[in-house]
């Protein structure tokens, strides 16, 4: 019930795009929408938080990435996603996909994203 799958990572030059997408595929919708969701991301042992998006659509989003990205979400498809504009090469590292209720947080397997040139 609890996994999350995450899509859509890759190699891109600085400034350019990428959509990140999860998927929770085996949570039915109810308790999906009943989450906080959110991408996290990690370089070496410090994972820091990226953006959250609660279950009635409040955005959260850590300094270093606003008015870059966009955290979204589909209730009945169980999705979330973060369109990420204008990347970085400071932005390169893994990226979990997050769901959490209270202090209880569960991570995916996470996605390589690498901006280089």
């Known amino acids: 019930q609890g996994q999350l799958v995450e899509s859509g990572g890759g190699l891109v030059q600085p400034g350019g795009s990428l959509r990140l997408s999860c998927t929770a595929s085996?949570?039915?919708?109810?308790?999906?929408?009943?989450?906080?969701m959110g991408w996290y991301r990690q370089v070496g042992n410090q994972r820091e938080l990226v953006a959250t998006i609660t279950s009635d659509g409040r955005t959260n989003y850590s300094d270093s990435v606003k008015g870059r990205f966009t955290i979204s979400r589909n209730g009945s498809r169980k999705t979330v996603v973060l369109q990420m504009n204008g990347l970085k090469p400071d932005d390169t590292a893994v990226y979990y996909c997050?769901?959490?209720?209270?202090?209880?947080?569960?991570y995916g397997q996470g996605t390589q994203v690498t901006v280089s040139s």
């Open positions: 997050s769901r959490q209720i209270g202090s209880d947080i569960f």
């Open positions: 085996r949570m039915i919708t109810s308790t999906f929408n009943m989450y906080t």
